[in-house]
């Protein structure tokens, strides 16, 4: 009979499950104390900083409590109504247990062929496409009032990549009619990656939503919780990364998706009851910066002249990329600079810290500062 297989513990590629959630408890305690206020929340943070993994580690706590009802929307990628009718419908699906059959009898009373079984509302949306999908749509946003209604229970929705609701005309104002007769009801997590729009979507006035959530941001992880999951789950599979554990830290900054790649790479370096050591971490760095290479080429192709610039600027003159030798090293004016800062802040590759900008992602850094001495291919190669 063959053994259990030696399976890597770093997940870095998707939303982890709410027990490997690494730290973020004062975070979790203050959405579940918001929530059960009957506050809004917009959560928001640089993409993979895991706004995901913490709604779903959150929205399980809010389960076993057994006083809110949680409902995790995934919107990423929505472009239309039929979009989002679809993903809400299918966000209620996920529940179980009396709170589903409750919702089932809620939603054959509509009248509109919705259902949290198979034949529901996403598949008529799919098979006809031209099914007009808001009178659903003011349904399911109806739904955690009545929920709430017949369950005594309050309703948490989280409404995961809320920026891409931009891309839907005036699903805010839609959405905004429905939610500010549900205070008693219901309680909103807005979560989302692009500062920019989230901003735009919250303090604009004029906006639909302006004013209308607490703001929490999730900022990077402390060094000595990340020192303390790596260390346990090495430990955990009969390994040790001690004696790299500071190089791992030092190059991950606190950004948690890049911690957890950096770890599974220089645990993949390692056979049972083996210490890493210079070797095990130099080759791990250097996989590590071969598979994100081809991301960063496609982020960099994609950016203004001057947004190259004024990263080039950052990367090689970090505590003065205002100054004159580093714009005359990258042919930027102190004008141009600032304005692709700001810019590069909204997209979220950059953000402020200590009075200064900084990567957001310290593996874009290092690529950037790779460069330098062997230039990229093609036309828009760092200046």
Do not use: C
């Amino acid at each position: 009979m063959q053994g259990v297989p030696d399976v890597n513990p770093f997940v870095y590629s998707r939303p982890v499950a709410p027990e490997d959630v690494l730290d973020r408890e004062p975070e979790i305690r203050q959405l579940l104390s918001l929530a059960a206020g009957g506050h809004f929340v917009r959560l928001y943070a640089p993409r993979r900083f895991g706004k995901t993994s913490l709604l779903r580690k959150t929205l399980a706590e809010a389960e076993r409590s057994r006083e809110l009802v949680p409902v995790l929307v995934d919107l990423y990628g929505v472009l239309s109504y039929a979009d989002v009718t679809i993903r809400i419908e299918r966000a209620y699906a996920q529940l179980g247990g009396p709170i589903r059959r409750t919702i089932e009898s809620i939603l054959r009373t509509s009248g509109l062929g919705l259902s949290l079984g198979a034949p529901g509302i996403s598949v008529k949306l799919q098979l006809e496409p031209r099914t007009d999908p808001l009178p659903a749509l003011h349904a399911l946003l109806d739904l955690p009032q009545r929920v709430a209604e017949r369950s005594g229970k309050r309703v948490l929705v989280a409404l995961d990549e809320f920026q891409d609701i931009g891309k839907v005309q005036d699903f805010d104002k839609l959405l905004r009619s429905h939610i500010q007769h549900q205070g008693e009801s219901a309680s909103y997590i807005f979560s989302g990656s692009e500062p920019g729009m989230m901003r735009e979507l919250f303090d604009v006035k004029g906006r639909p939503l302006y004013g209308q959530a607490e703001p929490l941001r999730l900022g990077r992880l402390p060094e000595a919780d990340v020192a303390a999951y790596v260390e346990e789950r090495f430990a955990r599979t009969k390994r040790s990364a001690a004696p790299m554990l500071d190089a791992l830290l030092a190059t991950a900054q606190g950004h948690p998706q890049r911690a957890m790649l950096l770890a599974h790479r220089l645990w993949d370096e390692l056979a049972p009851r083996q210490t890493a050591n210079e070797d095990d971490w130099q080759t791990a760095l250097a996989r590590t910066r071969a598979q994100v290479a081809p991301e960063f080429d496609a982020l960099w192709r994609g950016l203004e002249a001057n947004e190259q610039r004024a990263l080039r600027a950052i990367a090689l003159f970090p505590e003065a990329p205002y100054g004159a030798r580093a714009l005359g090293a990258v042919d930027l004016k102190k004008s141009g600079a600032h304005y692709a800062v700001r810019s590069l802040r909204e997209k979220g590759e950059l953000e402020e810290e200590g009075g200064r900008a900084v990567f957001v992602d310290p593996l874009f850094e290092l690529w950037l500062r790779d460069v330098q001495g062997g230039t990229p291919s093609g036309d828009d190669a760092p200046v």
